[in-house]
């Protein structure tokens, strides 16, 4: 007894139906999009030990203690242990943009170091240095005075009879921890860290652990 189906070319007929399910599911995942009139972007200028994040199993601050508004999500992260400008943003196309590489977008910080870096030392910031991840880009640095913010809770720990310095630090990067690794490696850690400035945007006019909203041209 022969098997009429053994030799029998591979037909259309035996391919499997297409499972318009599937479509529909991975249309339903994607962020609507949002009309220019209704973008909005949040400035929010994020306290000492607040997580990037709206939820947390372990019950440490998260932006939702300070952030009422729905459906924002942050364009980039700033550490729990940095203060400053975090830009959210109920726009797929606008998050990408502020986060892309390729963009490279300027973001500026004022970083309080121990000890008094020499100006070898921050030429070797500005022309770029090795950490563990690669050379970092050319930087734009500059020493500043102490600027009028408001206090940490809790305060920096400050070693006796060794000065600190405020650096303007601007980089287009966005690796891990980069501003911290970069003053580490001329050797002069860093004890608090800001993030004034992403592009256009920034802290002015902004208390700590306070937002403002900006929405369609305004954006």
Not at 94 to 107: F, G, I, M, W
Not at 173 to 191: D, F, S
Request: glycine share 6%; charged share 30%.
């Amino acid at each position: 007894m022969t098997n009429n189906n053994r030799n029998r070319p591979f037909s259309s007929s035996s391919k499997k139906p297409f499972n318009k399910n599937k479509r529909n599911k991975s249309q339903a995942r994607q962020k609507p999009t949002v009309k220019p009139e209704d973008v909005k972007i949040v400035l929010f200028n994020k306290p000492f030990d607040v997580l990037c994040q709206f939820t947390d199993d372990q019950h440490r601050k998260t932006l939702a203690d300070f952030i009422d508004i729905k459906s924002v999500y942050a364009a980039g992260r700033l550490d729990r242990d940095s203060e400053g400008l975090l830009l959210l943003t109920n726009c797929g196309k606008l998050q990408h943009k502020l986060t892309e590489p390729k963009k490279n977008t300027d973001k500026t910080y004022w970083v309080q170091v121990e000890g008094e870096p020499s100006e070898q030392a921050l030429d070797a910031l500005r022309e770029g240095v090795e950490l563990k991840d690669g050379m970092t880009k050319p930087a734009k640095i500059e020493v500043m005075p102490e600027p009028e913010v408001w206090p940490r809770n809790p305060p920096i720990r400050e070693r006796k009879n060794i000065p600190t310095t405020w650096l303007s630090i601007t980089i287009s990067e966005g690796r891990n921890r980069q501003v911290r690794r970069m003053t580490a490696h001329i050797g002069h850690p860093t004890l608090r860290l800001i993030r004034y400035s992403i592009g256009k945007y920034t802290l002015s006019g902004l208390n700590n652990g306070q937002y403002r909203v900006l929405q369609g041209n305004k954006v």
